[in-house]
């Protein structure tokens, strides 16, 4: 039964992390633009990562 919570969780946050790169994209150009990067791709690969492990470990 945790299993399935934490995988429900790891889901929900990664579609979260998704949302919030869409939602944070005119900011991110924006930030582009003055020479400064946003590390939204790091948590992004970084949950991803962990989603996609707890996939393989089923």
């Known amino acids: ?3 399935r919570v ?3 969780t790891l889901f929900a946050l990664y579609q979260l ?3 919030t790169g869409i939602v944070a994209m005119p900011l991110a ?3 582009r633009q003055a020479g400064v ?3 939204i791709h790091r ?3 970084n949950v991803e990562d ?3 492990a ?3 470990e089923e």
């Open 50 to 52: 962990a989603l996609e």
């Open 17 to 19: 992390c998704i949302l």
């Open 43 to 45: 948590v992004l690969a």
């Open 54 to 56: 707890k996939q393989h």
């Open 29 to 31: 150009i924006a930030a």
């Open 37 to 39: 990067t946003l590390p």
């Open 6 to 8: 934490y995988h429900a």
């Open 1 to 3: 039964m945790i299993s």
